[in-house]
């Protein structure tokens, strides 16, 4: 069943509520306008994309991201920024934009260097608190396929303003138990998707953050 595709984000959206995912994934009848804090993450991605591919110089406003960045710069290896990668229904590696691809994903810096490779993700978030390694799995299994040299893999989520650092290694043959949970939670997309049955699940976001004001569960609708 290749007829949808998915990312990192899109089934943490269908885990978190199906119903939520339904209207906002595949009716789109409501969209998320962007918040203040996803435009200032966007800025500030750019901003280190530039520096570290093209060394353009640093914004001020965002000084204080240079000496993380030179950490990463001094690191031997090819650098690739904002790496866009891409993988087939049979897990086989692909470009991002290809017709058969099934999953997407965009790691925003991936250093190679013969057998080792390192996946980072910056984060702009106030806290490290209730960050999961989830999107630091999903895209080292991606790099294994993208960089069949590769053995291990160092990745992190980088919070630039907090200055945490959330880390998980994988070793390549991690890979058939570490995908088993994604294919599982594909799985679950599969049926939804095929029954066309969406349910909704209540979670934190229902009272104040989520869009879907006519559910009956939404805080703000009642
Ligand atoms: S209010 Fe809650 S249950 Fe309803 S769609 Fe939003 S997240 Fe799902």
């Not at 998915?6 to 998320?32: A, G, H, M, N, T």
């Not at 406003?61 to 920024?81: M, N, Q, S, V, W």
Request: proline share 4%; aromatic share 14%; glycine share 4%.
């Amino acid at each position: 069943m290749t007829n949808y595709t998915w990312s990192y984000s899109s089934i943490d959206l269908f885990k978190q509520c199906p119903y939520k995912y339904y209207r906002l994934r595949v009716v789109k009848d409501i969209v998320e306008p962007p918040t203040d804090a996803i435009m200032y993450g966007k800025d500030l991605h750019k901003a280190a994309e530039d520096y570290v591919r093209d060394g353009t110089p640093i914004p001020n406003k965002y000084d204080f991201i240079k000496p993380t960045l030179d950490r990463l710069l001094a690191i031997e290896g090819e650098k690739l920024c904002e790496y866009k990668m891409g993988l087939r229904y049979d897990l086989s590696a692909c470009g991002f934009f290809d017709k058969d691809v099934w999953w997407r994903g965009v790691a925003d810096l991936v250093i190679v260097k013969d057998d080792k490779a390192y996946v980072l993700d910056y984060k702009t978030g106030k806290t490290a608190k209730y960050a999961t390694k989830d999107q630091l799995e999903i895209l080292s299994l991606a790099v294994f396929k993208h960089f069949p040299q590769v053995k291990r893999v160092k990745a992190g989520l980088l919070f630039v303003v907090s200055k945490d650092f959330v880390k998980a290694n994988y070793d390549e043959d991690y890979q058939s138990s570490g995908w088993s949970k994604w294919v599982e939670r594909t799985k679950e997309l599969e049926g939804a998707i095929k029954n066309n049955v969406w349910i909704k699940k209540p979670n934190f976001t229902c009272r104040k953050f989520c869009k879907i004001i006519d559910c009956e569960h939404n805080g703000r609708a009642h």
